[in-house]
């Protein structure tokens, strides 16, 4: 009975990402940052696996990809699990912009210069300034262990990807400056940069992607280690600004028509978390993590492809958080 329901899940899936492919022609890759823009843009891959041991992949589920502005959200949750929520919220609010990722001029009206949330770039900026240990390199190491205790092996650094943003990232440094001079930016603003960008260069597959949403949303607690990675409170609180931010300026539109938590990156990955009460098979307690690659990006930075396939499992699939 169950292999007859996870063969149709399996067929459906497979359907949906062949029709959700033809949307890979209305977008393009990252052309912004040299190293992104030469992956394949007609790539679409997606995995889901649940709370309850369930695993499914369609479409091209091999490729390495760097998490980009996907790691702001784990750069959060582990400088919240460092340093606690409220004195990580004294430097970057909760608030969304409706602004485009990397917007400069809001910044300067919040005042006392706060930025708005850790899911756009110069709220992860500050929040890549907070993680724990002296040197840059201390600081993405940390990352990179509670990384492993969540994916099973520490993830590598894109060298080529981090170098090229590295030499590109006029409008970071510029972001980070103003943080700097607001007093929103511990350290020196090179070494923010560096990891910021070193965050964002972490490759991973969507495998790997898919059990990072998974323990999201099954509230830090990793489903199949059975530890504690994060606290109920902090992947609650990550999941509200996924909801909230996650899809930069579509992120209104992506909750309401979509409807579950999920953060992009201009590479053309998204991760989603679905809640438990989602009726993917019969069994209603079981949640999901979601790891999808389409590296053809709209104007806002989301996988098109990405985006149309996640509007059509919410649909079939009834996913909606609300
Ligand atoms: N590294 C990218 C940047 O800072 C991340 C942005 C993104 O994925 N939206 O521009």
Redesign the pocket.
Known sequence: NESIEFISIQEQLDQFVLDAKKNTTSGAT?S??PALKKANPEHLGICLISSQGTFLKSGDTDHCF???????VFSFIFACHTRGIDEVLQYVDVEPTGDA??SIFRLELSHPGRPFNPMI?AG??TVASLLPGHSPLDKVEALLSFFEKMIGRKPSINMD?FHS?WQT?N??RALAYWLKETGFLLGGVEDAMEV??KL??IEVNIVELAQMGLILAHDGLHPYTNEQIFSMEIASLAKTLMLTCGM?DYSGRFAAFVGIPAK????GGIMAAIPPSARVTNNRFACWGVGLYGPAIDKH?NSTAGVALLKRLSQEWDLRLI
């Not at 992009?264 to 590479?267: A, D, K, M, N």
């Open positions: 990252a912004y940052i760097t998490l980009q502005s996907i790691s702001k990722f990397n770039n992860a900026i990807v943003e990232a409008r970071n910021y960008l964002c260069s930069y992009s990156g201009v590479s930075g």
